[in-house]
């Protein structure tokens, strides 16, 4: 009872924080995406794309800092259907079932959108800002949505950070360590934000490596200040199932045709998704960098955010253009 009611102040007190950006808000691909920028507009911008069920208040503000000490621009936002981007609340719960057997037969997805529009929507927010190219990050989902925008729109991409994500290698399994889960099921659609809450501690600490545990209140802290700024359960299970249909194609040989500068990330305690798939990543992309981090499991704990500062940042420098060079036209 005492635990219920802390959450519930802990929910009350927070405002509808994010990280220390400057926010905006731009109409592109018939959508309304939310944003941040950091650092100066004359800079090179790497664009951070984020995870399944990931708000854009989910990256680490130090994560943004340290790229912008690096002497880029950083722009950060909420992919569609999540956070106080449009959402996709006629859609309902998608069907799983469904879902991989559309994957399996290689049909069209029964989903309002897949991660090719999740990508169109990163080029997007691209034109509406004005920036031609960027350095091109994502984690997770974000690491396959980055993949595809390299892939289908190589003239907007200067450099490649995929982490934690897949390629869609046959064979591999979906969960890497389906062990280190919560066995209750997920929230429904219907529950409340302390119940969502202490579910998702269970979560981020399972995904987390063992060398990196986080501290359960500042996971509550975090998840708090998250669910206060938007909270849409049917949202995250609509992102979750375009992830998983992209995941169980073989895209393979779409990588192979990669010729920027790249670097992969992944994490050796990584629970969800597996190493080897990683190491696939990096194996069909021309040149790619494999960088295996020790003890890192699925998320970029406050340790080691300079390390992965430091793989986007070797990325794009070896992208061959100098840091100061304006990547900017238009509106900003």
Known sequence: MKRTATLALVCAALALASPAG???????NGISIAYESFGAADRQTVLLIAGSAMQLTGWPVELCDELVKRGYRVIIYDNRDIGLSTKFDSAGLPDFGAVIKAAAGHKPAPLPYTLYDMAADAV????????????????????????IVATNYPRRTLSLTTMMASDGKPGLPIIARPERFPKTPPPGPDADKQTYIEHQVKVRTALAGPKYVPHEKELVRKISRNVERSF??????RQGAASLYTALEDRRAKLQTIHVPTVV???????????DAGRDVAANIPGADLRIIPGMGHDI????VATVAGAIAAAASRAGQAVSSPQTSGPR
Do not use: T
Request: hydrophobic fraction near 45%; glycine fraction near 14%; charged fraction near 15%.
């Open 301 to 304: 704990p406050p340790a080691l």
């Open 22 to 28: 400057k926010p905006g808000r731009v109409q592109a």
């Open 265 to 275: 990330v992944h994490g050796d305690e990584d629970p969800l998704v597996p190493l």
């Open 232 to 237: 849409c359960i049917p949202c995250e299970a």
């Open 124 to 147: 997007g927010l691209l034109d509406a800002l004005g920036i031609k190219k960027a350095h091109i990050a994502g984690v997770s989902m974000g690491g396959m949505i980055a993949q």
